[in-house]
């Protein structure tokens, strides 16, 4: 079973940027592909960035151009780079792995941005 911890979040002005990051633990970290999810109040869980095994990412219109998802195999971690982030950028982030194979959540990073 794949155990996440989330971390990073924090309280930033419109345009700030900010670096989350996602441990993984119980198994093969290179293995499987993961993204990173966010909740914002009232509304739907949603995927805005994965990566495969090898490094090839994907990203929701909405952080196109703003959002940079990496990951470090040897370290277990995948990482959400945010650049000019807006307050409707505001949510709870998750990483997880794909919809079709999503593990237990973890307990997300809270990403607050103030216009």
């Known amino acids: 079973q794949v155990h996440l911890v989330e971390s990073g979040g924090g309280l930033v002005q419109a345009g700030g940027s900010l670096r989350l990051s996602c441990e993984a633990s119980?198994?093969?970290?290179?293995?499987?592909?993961m993204g990173w999810y966010r909740q914002a109040p009232g509304k739907e869980r949603e995927l805005v960035a994965s990566?495969?095994?090898?490094?090839?990412?994907n990203y929701a219109d909405s952080v196109k151009g703003r959002f940079t998802i990496s990951r470090d195999n040897a370290k277990n971690t995948v990482y959400l780079q945010m650049n000019g982030l807006k307050p409707e950028d505001t949510a709870v982030y998750y990483c997880?792995?794909?919809?079709?194979?999503?593990?237990?959540w973890g307990q997300g990073t809270q990403v607050t941005v103030s216009s």
């Open positions: 990566i495969t095994g090898d490094g090839m990412t």
């Open positions: 997880n792995l794909p919809v079709y194979a999503l593990v237990p």
């Open positions: 119980g198994r093969p970290f290179s293995t499987y592909a």
